[in-house]
């Protein structure tokens, strides 16, 4: 069959990286990182949270084609910090929000589902 093996979109091919940045040679403090076997659900969420920094400049991302399973995140920012911090900071604000709402989920719904699940809902 001509059509694409289904793990394709998310299984790194041997010596496949995960992300690689190249940094723009013409516009300062700026770059575009390459997120290998991600789609928008990464790209959106880390466009948001970049964009909630006053560093951050500019933050934008593209799937360049339905058929190419990577992104591509352009990221550019004020003189005191570089594109490869504000990303670093967005992944870690990120992590505490979603641990703020696994924490709020434990706290508001899963008592309910207690008895069944001996406490907790996982």
Known sequence: ?????????????????RITY????????AGTFRFNREDHTLGNLLRTLLLR????????????HPLEHHILLRIQTTDDTTPWQALEKAVHEGIKEIQSLEQSFQEQVAPSYGGAHGGNFY
């Not at 190249?22 to 403090?29: E, M």
């Not at 920094?53 to 360049?64: E, W």
Request: charge should be negative.
């Open 53 to 64: 920094d006053d560093r951050v400049l500019f933050a934008a991302y593209k799937v360049p």
């Open 22 to 29: 190249v940094s723009d040679t013409k516009v300062r403090n």
């Open 1 to 17: 069959m001509n059509a694409p093996d289904t793990f394709a979109p998310f299984l790194l091919m041997p010596g496949e990286a």
